[in-house]
T-cell receptor, first 112, second 123 residues
Framework: GESVGLHLPTLSVQEGDNSIINCAYS??????FIWYKQESGKGPQFIID?????DKRQGQRVTVLLNKTVKHLSLQIAATQPGDSAVYFC???????????FGKGTLLTVNP | DADVTQTPRNRITKTGKRIMLECSQT?????MYWYRQDPGLGLRLIYY???????NKGEISDGYSVSRQAQAKFSLSLESAIPNQTALYFC??????????????????????FGPGTRLTVL
């Protein structure tokens, strides 16, 4: 998994499997979290966000889970596809209304 | 995202040169940001601007300056480039959270939309 502040981990999955990417955050004041996807040569692209008054949010094939007790965030991707191969970043706002602190990212590789 | 554009996309320059990276957006957002991305370090905030008259330093502003020429334009300058400024630079924009105020009662942060990036190499 990923921690906002550690080395870039990698995750390799088979096409069709579900993927889970983890993120540990350290600032208990954070009340807003985002997951971004960054494909090679492109800018980060928003996937899904969650505010601290929720513990789960679902999008299309993606689910974000927030556990404030242990300061843990996860991104679940259902039926992973080759096009999901990218670096995934979590970001937290540290309680601010202007600044996001980004993790170093997790490289997801989907094998056909 | 085509709504946020950056020029140039790639630039190679020499130590000591002045470089300007430009960002334009058609999203109508008031907030704009400049980040740099280095391998293994994620994205770090250089400067941000809430409107044309508001400029703020981020966590790594030394060696950089910015100009918010209009709501839609936010440029980043390196007055005298040095090799450790070699990185990928991203511009981003955001709006105010339309759902109202956050859990603490203040205006809440919303998602940021990123440009395609500028790869800068300083020799």
């Amino acid at each position: 998994g990923e921690s906002v502040g550690l080395h870039l981990p990698t995750l390799s999955v088979q096409e069709g499997d579900n993927s889970i990417i983890n993120c540990a955050y350290s600032n208990s004041a954070s009340d807003y979290f985002i997951w971004y996807k960054q494909e090679s040569g492109k800018g980060p692209q928003f996937i899904i966000d969650i505010r601290s008054n929720m513990d789960k949010r679902q999008g299309q094939r993606v689910t974000v889970l927030l556990n404030k007790t242990v300061k843990h965030l996860s991104l679940q991707i259902a039926a992973t596809q080759p096009g999901d191969s990218a670096v995934y970043f979590c970001a937290e706002n540290g309680g601010s209304n202007y600044k996001l602190t980004f993790g170093k990212g997790t490289l997801l590789t989907v094998n056909p | 995202d085509a709504d946020v554009t950056q020029t140039p996309r790639n630039r190679i320059t020499k130590t000591g040169k002045r470089i300007m990276l430009e960002c334009s957006q058609t999203k109508g957002h008031d907030r704009m940001y400049w980040y740099r991305q280095d391998p293994g370090l994620g994205l770090r905030l250089i400067y941000y601007s809430f409107d044309v008259k508001d400029i703020n330093k981020g966590e790594i502003s030394d060696g950089y300056s910015v100009s918010r020429q209009a709501q839609a334009k936010f440029s980043l300058s390196l007055e005298s480039a040095i090799p450790n400024q070699t990185a990928l630079y991203f511009c981003a924009t955001s709006d105010i959270y339309q759902g109202g105020r956050g859990t603490s009662g203040r205006v809440a942060l919303d998602e940021q939309f990123f440009g395609p990036g500028t790869r800068l190499t300083v020799l």
